[in-house]
């Protein structure tokens, strides 16, 4: 493997948690996973990117720390836009989500670089269980522009489960693995049995984290400078970066303390004098800004547990996972629900970045000897938009006909019969959706594409045979074949949606290698970053304190039939 360890593998594999607040890099060594750490010994880095005025990529505590003086040249929570197209600013420049993922995932890889020597390097790389199809494939993306081969993409919670299970290969009991991190939520049910992880159900928030707690209290410490000032600090750019790195800082000591102070002489400035904030805050206020949220959390958790159909107390573990997770009130809950208090065997900001290496272990075969499988499922039901009639006799149009349903333990594939809707029709168009409403208009498009060629028919509707095949990656592939003449067309959704040209990938290429150029030195002065007095006068302003319905039957198929194969046996 190239690791000093005399494993199997061509090349190393390293395992990634990038995570929305902080991210880390792990890979195993002596059957054993490991963080590997920063040149500067950091076991786990913030998800920041900074440009600072040299035109310099800086990633890490030192970017994270210029969010406050520099918030127009700097990035973080970049994970909640993956999959999205549109841009993000960032210095003079605008990135794709997935272009500042890359640079993260780059200063990963120059870890692993000096680790394990220079050279090609696959990677394992998590995902919350409950990202779309496009975020997964945004986030593979990030990962071949960071130069990493990335052949496999496994959800959080499954990794943690995965750190937990290769130190309890004996057990046979379930485990409900909480993952509240910085910006998604997830949860998993999952049965060890002998060695074998199976996921049994996972649901969760995208959308729902610690960013969202930190948010809160910045709303709440506005509103007291607002009714004080009558200014809104939050219309201020440095102002709002100020406050979200102090309820931050305040959220996290407040694990720990009943109350903190909060000291801040300049938030804003109104009439060219200071603003400032001097007040404190109570555990107890936080967790009333954040119950709502939690709350949420954990009638989540009663879901995938019904999904499962098993109930808290068929749950011998409870394993939190995710920075989030310290929050007493979060534990106080799982406490109450489950019975239980849940167990921090893995640091909870390193238990996935850990769990990745192992399944990296397992893909080169390091692990091979532990026994440890790891079987997934499918976050979301995956299928057509169909016509069929109501109970009227009436057709209606955008019915979600579901392929896959949720949960449905992967790699698998699925084949539904459906017809053409009327007699007579010879092409149809194939729209694919990720959800789980009745409805398409209400559940995620995936892609679309046109099956022509059908023969026609005066006497009958016209069968045509749909698979599903959904992998590993948790990536899907859809082939449509028209059953009478064989005619097939088939589409990789990750390659027909993301990827649109090969020029627009190398595009991203040479954008980031030309960045990455230009990155800074770990030994370069510390101040040099702030550029002259020109340019820290533009920062800050001259005065120092001036910051500034009808059916389409051609598009449309009808009521579907039935499923013709089962899941597929073989695993990976």
Known sequence: ????????????????????????????????????????????????????????????????????????????????????????????????????????????????????????????????????????RATKLAGELAGFVVERIINEPTAAALAYGLNHLDNDHHIFVYDLGGGTFDVSVCELMSGIVEVKASKGNRELGGEDFDWRLVDWLAEQIESEHGVDPRQDLRARALLKEEAERVKKQLSFEEAVAVSLPVVTVVDNQPVGLNLTVTRAQFESFIEKLLLETMEISRQVLADANLTAADMDEVLLVGGSTRIPRVQALLQEFFGKSARIDVDPDEAVALGAAVQAGIKSGALTDSGLIVTDVAPFSMGLSVVQPDRHGHWQEGVFSVVIPRNTTIPTVRTNRYYTAYLGQTEVRIEI???????????????????????????????????????????????????????????????ALKRDSEEEYEESVRRLESLWENKDDEDEEENEEWGDEEEIEELFGQEGFDWDDEVDPDEFFGQAETDVDDDEEDRD
Request: proline share 6%.
């Open 1 to 136: 493997m190239g690791i000093k360890d005399n494993q199997p593998s061509f090349r190393p594999i390293v395992g990634i948690d990038l995570g929305t607040t902080n991210s880390a890099i792990a890979f195993v060594r002596r059957g054993k996973p490991e963080i590997i750490p920063s040149l500067r010994g950091e076991r786990i880095i913030p998800s920041v990117v900074l440009i600072d005025m040299q035109q310099k990529v800086v990633v890490g505590e030192d970017a994270r720390a210029s969010l406050v003086a520099m918030p127009e040249r700097t990035v973080s929570a970049v994970k909640r836009k993956m999959g999205s197209t549109e841009r993000v600013p960032i210095a003079d420049q605008e990135l794709l989500p997935e272009e500042i993922s890359a640079l993260i995932l780059k200063e990963l890889k120059s870890y692993a670089d000096a680790e394990l020597g220079e050279g090609e390097k696959e990677a394992v790389i998590t995902v919350p269980a409950y990202f779309t199809d496009e975020q997964r």
């Open 433 to 495: 959706y990720q959800g789980e409403d009745d409805w398409v208009q209400n559940n995620h498009l995936l892609g679309k594409f046109i099956l022509s060629g059908i023969p026609v028919s005066k006497n009958d509707h016209e069968p045509i045979l749909v698979e599903f095949r959904y992998n590993l990656n948790g990536i899907l592939e859809v082939a449509a074949k028209v059953e009478a003449t064989g005619k097939e067309m088939s589409v990789t959704v990750q390659d």
